[in-house]
């Protein structure tokens, strides 16, 4: 995941970064792997998956990459096929051409590989879980369908997928992030319990060992823990532009927060806690609060935190008031309407087990909705203007006529715009629209019967909001 800015912004029902959000239970407005939001059939071709298992946006291109685990390959869509439901993609990594989905740990090849981060230079580093090794990509946006890895962490050399604990060893890796800044490499080794930390990371030597851990003493550890220094399984990583890292600490349903991780000594206790009050529980129940098997984190820029909580179909979210609070409640779910539902669902609104995500600079959240077999889009909804539109006239607000109409003029003005001003004359039914908007001037004829007639007029704005009714006078001589 890329780094995150920290500005905190707090909603009931919606979660906000700087200017947009995404709110409870809402549709996805878009879908890669299948042609609607209907279908989850899984194949091999340029425009299909099977098990995605992470997504991943390119900072530079804003290229769409997806890890198809289960095609053992790494799709990537060019910015403008990733905006069309469906879509195929532009270019395949892992497997020479698309269509095929063969194993190997030569340095074009992947066995399942789960997690992808992108640097600000366009590298991409994928974790190829059974082959127990992290690839780099050099320019991957760039790159041809087949195109070999730059580099491999976890093995000494392409050509070899042996499981190992020790500084330079990875057993099933699930999770990547870079620090850009320092390029430092943060890896899950998710079977030996345990994050690892590579520094200077693209000019290491292929098989480098890791300059640190966290969840273990030291480098021979692997054993599962839960307490405030253990880890068990961890999938996803998440680095923030203040130095914390979020790690999504599977087997201990929870997501932990390691501040300052660049300066952590080996074995380091972690600083935050969500999914559990506690960092010694592991409750799997189904509350706003809780978690069950959570994949991946990461954070919008303004510091709100997205969690995938698989086993509960749906992809949490805290706000940034609240996520150094252990324990705190998501205040916003996608996926189900409500945090105490966990339905399985494969249409626009649901997941069948969701994934890796990434989260926009805007706030659009993407989500590998692995056993849907697709990559499905939740864009920001713009925000609810409820604010009424303000109406004025100009000039005197009584007319003495001797004829059959009075003439008056006004301005309205609101953000959303003015849609229409209208008036109403009594004794006759409804209202009846003005000429002009912004500036209107509205011709009245009120009923030759009455001597004084009080006329109602107001403004109605794009999202039809109606200010105030003014009163006006119409008085036959």
Do not use: C
């Not at 299948?34 to 298992?53: E, H, I, K, L, V």
């Not at 074009?108 to 690839?135: C, E, F, K």
């Not at 995938?308 to 705190?328: I, P, Y």
């Amino acid at each position: 995941m890329n780094i995150r800015i920290a500005l905190s912004v707090l909603s009931l029902f919606t979660i906000a970064s700087s200017n947009a959000q995404v709110s409870t239970g809402q549709p996805a407005d878009r879908v890669l792997g299948q042609p609607d939001f209907f279908s989850f059939s899984n194949g091999s071709d340029a425009n299909d998956m099977s098990d995605p298992a992470d997504v991943e946006l390119d900072p530079l291109t804003g290229s769409v990459f997806v890890a198809d685990s289960a095609n053992h390959r790494v799709l990537r869509f060019s910015s403008v096929a990733a905006m069309t439901n469906g879509a195929s993609a532009s270019a395949v990594l892992g497997q020479t051409a698309f269509g095929f989905s063969v194993t190997g740990n030569s340095a074009s090849q992947m066995n399942t590989p789960v997690a992808l981060t992108i640097d600000t230079l366009g590298t991409l580093w994928v974790a190829d879980s059974a082959n127990h090794r992290v690839l780099r990509f050099n320019n991957a946006a760039t790159l041809p369908s087949g195109s070999p890895a730059n580099q491999v962490l976890g093995q000494a050399a392409f050509g070899t997928n042996v499981p190992a604990a020790g500084a330079a060893g990875m057993n099933g890796p699930a999770g990547v992030v870079i620090d850009t800044g320092t390029n430092t490499l943060w890896v899950s080794d998710a079977n030996n319990n345990r994050i690892l930390r590579f520094d200077d990371a693209s000019n290491l030597n292929n098989g480098a060992p890791a300059n640190n851990a966290l969840g273990q003493e030291n480098a021979a550890g692997t054993s599962p823990n839960l307490d405030q220094d253990g880890l068990n399984m961890p999938n996803g990583l998440a680095f923030t532009s203040a130095g914390d890292l979020w790690v999504a600490d599977f087997g201990n349903n929870r997501v932990l927060r390691y501040d300052g991780a660049n300066l952590k000594p080996v074995g380091a206790d972690a600083d935050g806690v969500l999914g559990q009050l506690t960092f010694v529980s592991g409750s799997s129940s189904l509350s706003a609060s809780t978690m069950n098997r959570p994949v991946d984190v990461d954070l919008d820029s303004g510091g709100n935190v997205y969690v995938s909580d698989r086993n509960h179909n749906r992809v949490l979210a805290f706000s940034a008031f609240s996520a150094n609070t252990n324990g705190s409640s998501a205040v916003v779910v996608l996926g189900q309407n409500t945090f105490t539902s966990s339905t399985v669902a494969g249409n626009q609104t649901g997941f069948d087990s969701p994934r890796g995500l990434f989260v926009t600079a805007g706030g659009q959240v993407w989500v590998a909705d692995s056993d849907n077999n697709r990559v499905v889009r939740f864009s920001p909804l713009p925000p609810v203007d409820l604010t009424p539109p303000e109406i004025e006239v100009k000039g005197k607000k009584r007319a003495t006529i001797a004829g059959n109409r009075a003439v008056f003029r006004g301005t309205a003005s609101d953000d959303s715009g003015i849609a229409k001003v209208e008036f109403k004359v009594p004794g006759k039914r409804g209202f009846k629209a003005a000429r002009g908007t912004e500036n209107w001037k509205a011709i009245v004829r009120p009923s030759k019967n009455k001597r004084k007639s009080v006329i109602k007029i107001r403004a109605v704005d794009g999202a039809g909001n109606q200010s105030a009714t003014i009163k006006l006078q119409v008085i036959r001589k």
